[in-house]
């Protein structure tokens, strides 16, 4: 399955943008879609995840101000982010986990988020 991401972009501190990312093929109900962010010279790190039954977790840095969503007669996750501060400014990637499929991870291409001060 390929994940396409798209919605990066450079957006001023308090700004908003949304991420979209959609996947190739159908997607079982029993997956987790999520979204990572990683700077140049860090580690990866979780943003937030809806799974199956829509459980959804967020990263303590973007509760409260980030809303992720699932479409799945679209097969499509959002990132809405709002209040964006520049520790924001990262590569944002979707991740697909579908722990029947052999393999059961999957990760799109990155979009770039930039904030300016």
């Known amino acids: 399955v390929q994940l396409q991401a798209s919605g990066g972009g450079l957006v001023q501190a308090g700004g908003s943008l949304r991420l979209s990312c959609a996947a190739s093929?159908?997607?079982?109900?029993?997956?987790?879609m999520a979204w990572y962010r990683q700077v140049t010279g860090k580690q990866r790190e979780l943003v937030a995840v809806?799974?199956?039954?829509?459980?959804?977790r967020y990263a303590d840095s973007v509760k409260g101000r980030f809303t992720i969503t699932r479409d799945n007669s679209k097969n499509t996750v959002y990132l809405q982010m709002n209040s964006l501060k520049p520790e924001d400014t990262a590569v944002y990637y979707c991740n697909l986990f579908v722990a029947s499929w052999d393999p059961s991870d999957y990760w799109g291409q990155g979009t770039q988020v930039t904030v300016s001060s």
């Open positions: 809806v799974a199956s039954g829509q459980r959804i």
């Open positions: 093929r159908n997607i079982p109900s029993l997956s987790a």
